[in-house]
């Protein structure tokens, strides 16, 4: 049920064959206490739709869809609240808070294939806000924030904040940023192209 070698991989070195090793996952998020020692990335999309559907689109869209790209692939999911797996083809009942999703990133044209893991810590629907959380094993550590806003002409604004910050300067400061920017780009872009399909 998981097509990528990666992330089979990484399921076997941490344990998740079984849904008890799901659950001692952990987050490690953005610490405000150290906030000098994290590096920071943002970016901004505009999606020419109503900031409700946006928010629904976000919400409602299948992991498989929505990172799904060059780059970027769906490996799998779990869910703490209902303590279970999600693969690829199965059905999807919508973002909440606790959903550890687990993906592919393709990287130097397929040359360097790599398993991450982040964690929704925070789904906010009167502020309309998503938090992620890097996950525990992983190379990084921080949290994303994505925000939705309404913008005068009636569409809506999506911000990408992230906090982040591993072991090596390097890979943070001439790395990450531009693989993230890519990254987070197909992400959105397959949000938007659903969003504004509405419209056509």
Known sequence: KIKQKKVRG???QYGLNS???????????YDPATKSSYHKHFKSFV?????????NVYMTIHPK???????????????KQRNKVNYVNDEYTGMEKGQIIILNLRLFWG???IAVAHEVAE????ERRIKLCYMEGGASEGSQWITLRETKEGFTRVSHH????????????????KFHTKAISEFHDNVKKKAEQKTT
């Open 10 to 12: 990484f399921v076997r």
């Open 19 to 29: 849904l008890i090793g799901f659950s001692k996952m952990l987050p490690i998020c």
């Open 47 to 55: 999606i020419r739709q109503n900031i409700e559907s946006v928010w």
């Open 65 to 79: 869809e929505a990172w799904n790209g060059e780059m970027v692939g769906f490996g799998l999911q779990y869910s």
């Open 111 to 113: 040359a360097l294939n």
């Open 123 to 126: 789904v906010n629907e009167q």
């Open 162 to 177: 992230t906090y982040y910050k591993s072991k090596s300067n390097f890979r943070d400061t001439r790395i990450y940023p």
